[in-house]
């Protein structure tokens, strides 16, 4: 691993974004990270002038720079690639064979930073030019005139592609894992979109009265993760249980390969989707293995912390045939050791939202709550915000809301991360290139002239709202959250996580614990706790597991809880409108299992 040190210089923001950006390495590669310890190389990363990082290893301790506006995900891995050895795409030998450079729109003193290399100094590893490269500069970069680009694209398509501060391209993988000579991902372990008839090595249980069929996509019962893609115009694969034939309690259990675990941190997601009777259920198991081959048991809840080998399997029951219009449909399952977000909001039929909304106009969020306590909500803006001056974006604020934890919780609430990722869903996890932004609450930062604290209660700071009967703070957030780029609005859906928890010096990423009241009762989810106790939602109802877990009672009704910037020296970054074209699409339901 390489060492590092955060340096105290930095942000709060930015020491939770680089823990971030070395997750997404472990993810996708086998480079990994560790805290310095004395090591002769390492990396120091500081706030200094802008976003910059020497290229590759200078064999003594060197200083990666995050500077204002720099604390954004991709633009840390950025300046990694250059640490681990790679140079700006547009500095590629054959560059002008599908960029154009407009040396006169550049400002004075950065022209250098076009500058390209002859092949035999920048090794392309036999891979072609990648306009989707993280490591691409976007068309204003260090550019004179705000609206005048600075680099172009021979294909002019390409000019909303260069640039993209989502997250790796697939080229960059490809480059890093040859680089480094990775056969396999540091917390990888399994996933399938079940495209071809093995299935990923899943197996049909002996022990039960059905089977799952291996379905092809039709119309209305589409394999979400291909509408609109090209290899997907026969619909796609999926697993689905039939729930109209049969009797009811009949089951089918599907279960995964034999798999070895490497770390505690478990995350298992998947698209689901039960069109039958309110009684069908789908039900998630884990089978440990002793280590004598022999399965010790199986349990249906338990901590995902599995560290000995084990599968996982989907177990789908028949309510009520007679009821049933269709069944239980699973897809594109992916299994890693990482830490699960702790919120989801899924908007669903975003076409629809967009088209009957205007500037100014917008949606909240259910309310969710963070393991400590705190109530929190979203609001969406599909056409920006009224005093926003961009145009083509949406915007987005975040809003504590008051409950009935308040009397209980450190306020003001100070020195927390709020972690914001838009899904990209393509079925592959290893090359999704989700939007990811975060921010940390500052404990003095001041909401009106009257010095009212912004994150003191929202009782005190905030106005009442009739939604959520609660009382929300004023918002903070991004103006240019997503732009208005016609893939993102094709009648799909959207899909962003949400995390806001207590963030330490040492910054350990946030973890699902047990809270009160977070889902509607339609929702149908998991959450496998790290510390405290294990609850369970399931088809119309909660079921209490451990006294910790407070869920509603029987017949009690559940609620949900009652930018694109420039930096100039010496890089240049924007967010915004690149490759998202997967971030939006038509998904059933999705399902996450949470746990340490």
């Keep these: ?133 993280v490591l691409h500069y976007g068309p204003y970069s260090f550019n004179i005139n705000s609206n005048v680009p600075s680099i172009t694209t021979k294909i002019p398509e390409f000019n909303e592609i260069i640039g993209q501060r989502l997250d790796f391209s697939r080229i960059d993988l490809l480059r890093l894992n040859h680089m480094y000579n990775c056969t396999s991902s540091l917390t990888f372990l399994d996933q399938c979109s079940f495209e071809y008839i093995s299935v990923c090595g899943m197996v049909q249980s002996g022990q039960d009265d059905a089977d799952w069929d291996h379905t092809l996509g039709k119309p209305g019962y589409e394999d979400h993760t291909m509408v609109g893609n090209c290899a997907g115009s026969n619909g796609g694969y999926f697993m689905h249980l039939d729930t109209k034939t049969g009797h009811a309690g009949q089951s089918a259990l599907l279960e995964s390969r034999i798999l070895y675990p490497r770390r505690k941190e478990k995350c298992l997601q998947f698209f689901y989707r039960l069109n039958g009777s309110a009684q069908d259920k789908l039900v998630i198991w884990v089978k440990k293995d002793d280590g004598t081959g022999n399965v010790r048991r199986m349990e249906k809840l338990i901590p995902f912390g599995v560290q000995t080998k084990f599968r996982y399997g989907f177990q789908g029951i028949r309510g009520d045939p007679a009821q049933s219009e269709g069944g239980i449909a699973v897809d594109d399952t992916s299994l890693t050791e990482t830490n699960c977000p702790t919120n989801i909001w899924h908007i669903r039929n975003f076409t629809s939202l967009f088209s009957s909304t205007s500037k100014g106009d917008y949606i909240i969020s259910p309310v969710f709550y963070s393991s400590e306590g705190y109530a929190f909500a979203l609001q969406l803006y599909p056409h920006g915000r009224n005093t926003s001056p961009y145009m083509n974006y949406m915007g987005i604020t975040f809003h504590l809301c008051s409950s009935q934890n308040d009397g209980l919780l450190e306020w003001p609430a100070g020195h927390r991360q709020v972690i914001l990722s838009v899904l990209d869903q393509d079925p592959d996890v290893i090359h999704r290139m989700s939007l990811s932004l975060s921010f940390t609450t500052d404990p003095k930062l001041t909401a009106d002239q009257n010095d009212t604290l912004q994150w003191d209660k929202p009782s005190i700071t905030g106005s009442f709202s009739s939604f959520c009967n609660c009382y929300m703070s004023p918002g903070v957030g991004w103006n240019t959250f997503l732009t208005h780029r016609e893939s993102l609005v094709s009648g799909w859906d959207l899909l962003a996580f949400l995390s806001f928890f207590f963030a330490s010096t040492s910054l350990s990423l946030p973890f699902a614990m047990c809270r009160p009241h977070i889902y509607t009762k339609n929702l149908h989810s998991f959450l496998w706790s790290l510390f405290r106790c294990t609850c369970l939602c399931l088809g119309q109802y909660w079921q209490r597991i451990t006294n910790c877990c407070s869920f509603p009672k029987s017949g009690e009704r559940s609620m949900a809880a009652a930018p694109g910037n420039k930096s100039k020296s010496p890089e240049s970054h924007y967010l915004g409108n690149p490759t998202q074209s997967r971030i939006i699409k038509s998904l059933q339901e999705l399902f996450l299992a949470f746990s340490r």
């Design 1 to 133: 691993p390489i060492p590092y040190i955060l340096a105290d210089s930095l942000d709060l923001n930015a020491k939770g974004v680089i823990l971030q950006a070395f997750d997404m390495f472990r993810l996708k590669s086998c480079v990994d990270f560790k805290p310095y310890e004395g090591e002769k190389t390492y990396l120091k990363f500081e706030k200094l002038d802008g976003c910059w990082s020497y290229v590759g290893d200078l064999q003594s301790g060197q200083t990666v720079s995050i500077g204002e506006r720099c604390d954004y995900k991709a633009i840390v891995e950025h300046e990694l690639l250059h640490a681990l050895g790679f140079y700006h795409e547009q500095s590629r030998t054959d560059r002008d064979d599908y960029v154009q450079i407009w040396w006169d729109e550049i400002i004075e003193g950065f022209a250098y930073a076009f500058d390209k290399h002859d092949d035999s100094f920048l090794d392309d590893l036999n891979t072609p030019y990648d306009y989707e490269s």
